[in-house]
């Protein structure tokens, strides 16, 4: 069993920055690749990040890259996504998951077995 356990989300202006945490435990955090996933309200759950075990590869979604980075820090058992130039399309609960496997990195849902409760990310205009 892994829990995951985001925080940092909040309400903002367009322009700010927020950084996201995802703590987990449970299993041994370097085993597997993590994600960022976000879903606003009416919309179908989406892919924001993705990185590998290691942290050496990262994938971002379009909307997101180059405003967007997501880290680890396998020491600290944490994931993290460090998000500016925030914009109100970017309004939705954040989520972070856990792969289902040892290797790649993923931006699908269905490869993800672990999932947070979500972090409320709101950014006013």
């Known amino acids: 069993q892994v829990q995951l356990s985001e925080s940092g989300g909040g309400l903002v ?7 996201l945490s995802c703590a987990a435990s449970g299993r041994t ?4 690749p993590m994600g960022w996933f ?4 009416g919309k179908e759950r989406e892919f924001v990040a993705a990185i590998s075990r290691s942290g050496d590869i990262a994938y ?7 405003r967007f980075t997501i880290s680890r820090d ?4 944490t994931v993290y996504l460090q998000m500016n130039s925030l914009e109100p399309e970017d309004t939705a609960v954040y989520y972070c998951a856990s792969a289902a ?7 699908y849902v269905n490869a ?3 999932w947070g409760q979500g972090t409320q ?3 006013s205009s």
């Open 74 to 77: 396998n020491a600290k058992n």
């Open 29 to 32: 955090f370097s085993s597997n």
């Open 60 to 66: 971002y979604a379009g909307s997101v890259k180059g």
């Open 38 to 41: 976000r879903q606003a309200p």
């Open 101 to 107: 496997t040892y290797s790649g990195v993923y931006r």
């Open 13 to 19: 202006q367009t322009g700010d920055s927020l950084r």
């Open 121 to 123: 990310v709101t950014v």
């Open 112 to 114: 993800y077995d672990y």
